[in-house]
């Protein structure tokens, strides 16, 4: 166990599995109480199981982030009960990712993705800025997407929500950094966790060719980043997207 995080308290949203799992699995493990939202109650008890058997200090939250202020209000309420009355770190990681192409979006399907994606962390972090800059300051971290700034084909839908979510960082950076909040985004590359032994490649591991990192990204390499950011390490930083994904948006790699 580490002591970065100690005496903080945190809240990621979808963090039953994948990216949010390793972000609330890290928090924990540098000292921070965390309450571990979703829907699915069975898996998130299990993350918390797994958290409080590493010595850490956890709680599961069900939560359905369905983009209305009320969710997110009850959501953010409930956390606050969770953690003893305040929420340091709040961490918008939950969204979905559907990829019809845009001819082949319908319009329900549309607003639900603008709902979870982006109303939802729009409305959570509304309802918990105030009591963190009440309490003296607070961190929120958002988690973008590459392909936010390198279009790929069926990415139309999600890479928007994606960019609205990096342009909330920036606008809320400076709403919200002169009252204490400092406000911070990551960028997943592509993200897998880890094949099995002798098993198949990733189908990810075509994306990653020609960059510095050659190979998929797991959810640890993310998770150490939010844990950067939540810290007093990085009291410095407002406003900016940290890529963690393998050099993909910003470098090429041209083989001889």
Known sequence: MGERLRNRTALVTGSTSNIGQAIAEALAAEGAHVVVSG???????????????????????????DGSAEASRDLAGRARTALGGRIDILVNNAGVYPAPGTTATDEKTFDRVYAINVKAPFFLTAAVVPAMTE????????????????????????????GALETLTRAWAAEFGPLGVRVNAISPGVIQPPAPEGGEPHPGEIMMKGTPAGRVGTPDAVAHAAVWLASDEAAFVHGTVVDVDGGRTGVAVIAA
Request: glycine share 18%; no cysteine; proline share 2%.
């Open 39 to 65: 829907r699915n109650r069975e898996r998130g008890t299990q993350v918390v199981e797994g958290i409080r058997a590493s010595g850490g200090r956890a709680d599961f939250v069900a939560a359905d982030l």
């Open 135 to 162: 309490s003296g300051g607070g961190v929120v971290i958002n988690l973008g997407s590459w392909i936010a700034r390198l279009g790929v084909p069926l990415g139309a839908l999600y890479s928007s929500t994606k």
